[in-house]
Each structure stands twice: as structure tokens, then as C-alpha cells.
Nanobody, 122 residues
């Protein structure tokens, strides 16, 4: 069992930056690939970033590529999402999630956090 708690969301102006954190409790954090997803009102929950168990492999969709980075600190059981050059359309609830094997699809993830709101003002 893995419990995930996100933090770092908030209100930011367009062009600004935020860093989200997700702390995992439970054992063997390093045995899980981690993903960040987001969901805007009335929309599907979409992938934002993925990082492999070791941190050596990452994935970003085109919508955030070059603006967002993902990293992890296995010693601290924490995964981060650095978001730069934020746009109004980045406004959403952001979730972190854990899966045994690196994946882009949300149905591949077994554990989810409660989400943190990110609001970008235009």
C-alpha cells in the first residue's frame, strides 16, 4: 500500500512558476514509477509527466514539453513537478500517482494522491 500526498499548488500569474511535491508513505517507493496527471473541470484526467523508478527515464506530452520537468528523490520518498512558463490552460487539479512499471495511461496507475489545485491567472 502506498499513500501519496501532494503539495505546492496555488495561484500564479501566467508566465510564472510553481513546484509541486508528492510525498509517498509506505515501503519501497523506489520500486514505483511515478506520474503526474491533471484534470480541469469537465475534462479528462491527462498525463503531465512520468518518471521511471530510478529517475533515468522521463516522459512529457507535447503540451508541457520544455516547460515542465519531473524529478524524484528516493531517499526522501518524494517526486517533484517543476512547472515553468505557466499558461492559463495549465489550470487544473494536479495528481501524483504510482505504478509498478512506467506508463502513460492513467489506468496503469495503482495509487493516487488527493490532488492539489493549480490556478494560473491570465
Amino acid at each position: 500500500q502506498v499513500q501519496l500526498v501532494e503539495s505546492g499548488g496555488g495561484l500564479v500569474q501566467a508566465g510564472g512558476s510553481l513546484r509541486l511535491s508528492c510525498v509517498a508513505s509506505g515501503r519501497a517507493f523506489s520500486s514505483y514509477a511515478m506520474g503526474w496527471f491533471r484534470q480541469a473541470p469537465g475534462k479528462e484526467r491527462d498525463i503531465v509527466a512520468v518518471i521511471s523508478r530510478s529517475g533515468g527515464q522521463t516522459y512529457f506530452p507535447d503540451s508541457v514539453k520544455g516547460r515542465f520537468t519531473i524529478s524524484r528523490d528516493n531517499a526522501k520518498n518524494t517526486v517533484y513537478l517543476q512547472m515553468n512558463s505557466l499558461k492559463f490552460e495549465d489550470t487544473a487539479v494536479y495528481y501524483c500517482a504510482a505504478t509498478r512499471r512506467i506508463a502513460e495511461g492513467k489506468y496503469e496507475y495503482d495509487y493516487w494522491g488527493q490532488g492539489t489545485q493549480v490556478t494560473v491567472s491570465s
